[in-house]
């Protein structure tokens, strides 16, 4: 059964232009496009500057590299990733909407958005290895970490509940942010799992998720009433999600 309300990464909106989406997930993309015009718009963009690039470069496309820029015997990439990289570079520019993405591995300075989902992700890995004081107030003062959280952050920080995933709440801390301070809440899975919920006043504005992967870690953004998210965990990104999907909806539900 499809789920329009399963955020969708802009990763696997490219995944689903290509036709490269895993089977099980296209029925909730096309859903999630179905409920969303504007992600259904931005897709038929990006399915029209295809046919454009396709009639333009098809042609040179099988081209011999010339002798004088072959590097090392470099090999080039496959045509669908050299127009996905062409197409999303595009898409960038002229959507100006101030939030950066690089393009299937294009070298660039980090935008806004992948500048906080790092912090957020050095959080993550400097606490999740510590055994006696990964936080500053222990998950047993659910209403007090709230209460403080709130206060210094200026916005309503909850720990929402992740028992039915498997999570109990380990406990949270104040950090220094991008533009101000930062909540990070900690959950623990019985085996010793740890994820990690990182929020802070943030430039960019959308609920549609945005995956990132850094060695053996992974961690989801988003951003909502000004406030960004951060759910960083492992390598597992069905797992991520299912945590994710579980903060996303708690947050919406409380108004943020």
């Given at each position: 059964?499809?789920?329009?309300r399963?955020?969708?990464?802009?990763?696997?909106?490219h995944?689903?232009?290509?036709?490269e989406?895993?089977?099980?997930?296209?029925?909730?993309?096309?859903?999630?496009?179905?409920?969303?015009?504007?992600?259904?718009?931005?897709?038929?963009?990006?399915?029209?500057?295809?046919?454009?690039?396709?009639?333009r470069?098809?042609?040179?496309a099988?081209?011999?590299?010339p002798?004088?820029?072959?590097i090392?015997?470099?090999?080039?990439?496959?045509r669908?990733?050299?127009?996905?990289?062409?197409?999303?570079?595009?898409?960038?520019?002229?959507a100006?909407?101030?939030?950066?993405?690089?393009?299937?591995?294009?070298?660039?300075?980090?935008?806004?958005?992948?500048?906080?989902?790092?912090?957020a992700?050095?959080?993550?890995?400097?606490?999740?290895?510590?055994?006696?004081?990964?936080?500053?107030?222990?998950?047993?003062e659910?209403?007090?970490?709230q209460?403080?959280?709130?206060?210094?952050?200026?916005?309503?920080?909850?720990?929402?509940?992740?028992?039915?995933?498997?999570?109990?709440?380990?406990?949270g801390?104040l950090l220094?942010?991008?533009?101000?301070?930062?909540?990070?809440?900690m959950?623990?899975?019985?085996?010793?799992?740890r994820?990690?919920?990182?929020?802070?006043?943030?430039?960019?504005?959308?609920?549609?998720?945005?995956?990132?992967?850094?060695?053996?870690?992974g961690a989801?953004?988003?951003?909502?009433?000004?406030?960004?998210?951060?759910?960083?965990?492992?390598?597992?990104?069905?797992?991520?999600?299912?945590i994710?999907?579980?903060?996303?909806?708690?947050m919406?539900?409380?108004g943020?």
């Amino acid at each position: 059964m499809t789920n329009p309300r399963i955020p969708v990464t802009e990763d696997e909106l490219h995944a689903y232009i290509d036709n490269e989406l895993p089977a099980e997930r296209r029925g909730d993309v096309e859903a999630w496009l179905a409920a969303h015009p504007d992600d259904a718009e931005r897709v038929r963009s990006w399915l029209a500057m295809a046919d454009v690039l396709h009639a333009r470069y098809d042609s040179v496309a099988d081209e011999a590299v010339p002798k004088r820029l072959e590097i090392e015997q470099l090999e080039r990439q496959p045509r669908k990733l050299v127009y996905g990289a062409i197409a999303a570079t595009l898409v960038a520019f002229i959507a100006g909407g101030g939030v950066g993405w690089i393009a299937h591995g294009a070298a660039a300075a980090p935008s806004p958005v992948q500048s906080f989902t790092l912090d957020a992700m050095d959080a993550h890995r400097l606490y999740v290895v510590e055994v006696r004081h990964p936080v500053e107030v222990p998950g047993n003062e659910r209403a007090h970490l709230q209460a403080w959280l709130t206060k210094r952050c200026g916005w309503e920080v909850r720990a929402p509940e992740l028992a039915a995933a498997g999570l109990k709440l380990v406990g949270g801390r104040l950090l220094p942010g991008p533009t101000g301070p930062a909540s990070f809440l900690m959950y623990e899975s019985a085996s010793g799992e740890r994820f990690t919920v990182y929020a802070s006043k943030a430039q960019a504005e959308t609920t549609q998720m945005r995956y990132a992967a850094q060695g053996n870690e992974g961690a989801l953004f988003w951003a909502d009433r000004g406030v960004g998210y951060v759910v960083s965990g492992g390598s597992d990104r069905n797992r991520l999600t299912q945590i994710a999907q579980a903060v996303y909806d708690q947050m919406e539900k409380n108004g943020g």
